[in-house]
């Protein structure tokens, strides 16, 4: 098989039939003309169920994990189809004690009004994982890694005590340029497609992307029934934005690095925490509030993955729907998603809000 930065290039990329156009076309259409009742192309009779733009992104999508990608207008919509799917009234789901606050507020506020119960287990720990699974479990959501904590999950770990629940692995942070949770036995692999894939903070957008021909049908299925569908526009941002994920990647990670550097000399900031690649680096610091109004370069604004830099407060801004649950997080908690500037303007912006504060 290619290597990864060959696949990212030329993933979902087949010559368009009508022009032979060699990037896809924005096929910005509801529908599509019809010979005769019910006969039209493939699958084209209605663009809530298929639509030629979205298919080259899931084309895309699926090649990078190995597996079949049903795509979606956001993260979140993804999260709620994978849900919709697996699990049923009365059922049961593990999540991660640290997780993105909009995934908790789904289940937590939207599902459970249907009946599904969860508990929260911190998925580092693989004994108090394995005594959360009960007869029940559905689906065991992993996030790794974690946001905002970016705590490290071992999937092997995971998929190997899972049992009969399912695993589905939340995979924005790392993206498949770092990891691969088909490959490591996970069921499902999940995207909020708006951060890293799409690259450049224009497009919001989401994906599940499985190996099992059922489980794809059955998303399928729930894609068109629900409907949270990614407009043309949205899946060729997105798809143009996979091409160039492999650079940006490692120009994050550079970035990351220097910025770490910086924090591990400042003895204020505690709880330094970098996974080792992506650009998502985060610390404590008692002058938090201070620090994420000071910095120029690092714009304050939720969101992440993009090629610009941005800085947030996690309890104040992404995470407040966990706030008085066991997944709340530390008001002195600083998230950064590093972005592809000349890493040392990167450090001598942080360096001056650290100053400042
Ligand atoms: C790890 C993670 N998963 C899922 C989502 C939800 O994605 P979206 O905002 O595209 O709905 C987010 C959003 O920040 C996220 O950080």
């Not at 120009?251 to 924090?263: G, M, P, Y």
Request: include cysteine; hydrophobic fraction near 40%.
């Amino acid at each position: 098989m290619s290597g990864f930065g060959t696949r990212a290039v030329h993933a979902g990329l087949t010559p368009d039939p009508s022009y032979r156009s060699v990037i896809p076309a924005i096929h910005q259409t509801s529908t599509y003309a019809q010979d005769a009742p019910g006969e039209f192309m493939d699958d084209y009779d209605y663009s809530r169920s298929a639509n030629p733009t979205r298919f080259a992104l899931e084309q895309a999508l699926g090649e990078l994990e190995g597996g079949k990608a049903v795509s979606f207008a956001s993260g979140l919509a993804a999260e709620h189809a994978l849900f919709s799917v697996v699990a049923h009234s009365g059922g049961h789901v593990v999540l991660p004690r640290d997780l993105y606050g909009g995934t908790f507020r789904l289940i937590d506020k939207v599902f459970s009004r249907w009946g599904l119960r969860y508990t929260l287990v911190d998925q580092t720990d693989t004994a108090a994982l394995a005594r959360a699974i009960e007869p029940d479990t559905k689906l065991i959501w992993v996030e790794t890694p974690t946001n905002p904590r970016l705590e490290v999950v071992d999937i092997k770990a995971v998929v190997e005590l899972s049992n009969h629940a399912l695993v589905a692995v939340d995979n924005t942070f790392a993206t498949p340029v770092n990891q691969q949770p088909l490959d490591l036995g996970a069921d499902f692999s999940v995207h909020s497609t708006t951060k890293y894939l799409g690259g450049h903070s224009d497009v919001v957008g989401g994906a599940v992307i499985t190996r099992d021909p059922d489980w794809y049908e059955q998303l399928r299925f729930v894609q068109n029934s629900i409907g949270a569908v990614p407009g043309p526009f949205d899946c060729f941002l997105t798809h143009r934005g996979i091409r160039t994920l492999h650079l940006r990647m490692g120009a994050h990670a550079a970035s990351a690095q220097a910025v770490v550097q910086l924090l591990n000399d400042t003895p204020a900031a505690t709880n330094v925490r970098w996974p080792g690649f992506s650009g998502m680096v985060s610390f404590q610091h008692p002058d938090a509030v201070a620090i994420v109004k000071a910095t120029k370069l690092f714009t304050l604004a939720e969101s992440l993955g993009g090629v610009e830099s941005l800085i947030e407060l996690p309890q104040a801004m992404t995470h407040q729907s966990v706030e008085d649950s066991d997944a709340a997080v530390p008001a002195d908690l600083v998230r950064l998603s590093c972005g592809i500037e000349d890493p040392a303007d990167l450090v001598a912006d942080l360096a001056q809000a650290l100053r400042t504060a």
